[in-house]
Nanobody
Framework: QVQLVESGGGLVQPGGSLRLSCAAY????????MNWYRQAPGKTRDMVAD???????NYADSVKGRFTISRDNAKNTVYLQMNSLKPEDTAVYYC??????????WGQGTQVTVSS
């Protein structure tokens, strides 16, 4: 069964850094693109970063230059390095697959709170 297990969220001060991890199980990880989304209270869930199977990356304008998505196919893990964090980055962060067959798979989400 496809499963995504997230870790690394928490409370951080403005200007600080966090590294989120998402370990993937149940599919051939290296064949699929992976994504990070976030959802703040009262807002839609929006993509912040994606990475293709050949490691091409794309970022939302709001995080460009501060966040870096990467993958380690040997560990079946995708990462989101978050630097220069701002209070506006506060949200629940989700990792997700690109389409596998007819559906997309999601992790449970991890809370990131940026506050002094």
């Amino acid at each position: 069964q496809v499963q995504l297990v997230e870790s690394g969220g928490g409370l951080v001060q403005p200007g600080g850094s966090l590294r989120l991890s998402c370990a993937a199980y149940g599919f051939t990880f290296s064949r699929y693109g992976m994504n990070w989304y976030r959802q703040a209270p009262g807002k839609t869930r929006d993509m912040v970063a994606d990475i293709t199977s050949d490691s091409t990356t794309n970022y939302a304008d709001s995080v460009k230059g501060r966040f870096t998505i990467s993958r380690d196919n040997a560990k079946n893990t995708v990462y989101l390095q978050m630097n220069s964090l701002k209070p506006e980055d506060t949200a629940v962060y989700y990792c997700a697959t690109n389409l596998i067959g007819l559906r997309q798979y999601w992790g449970q989400g991890t809370q990131v709170t940026v506050s002094s």
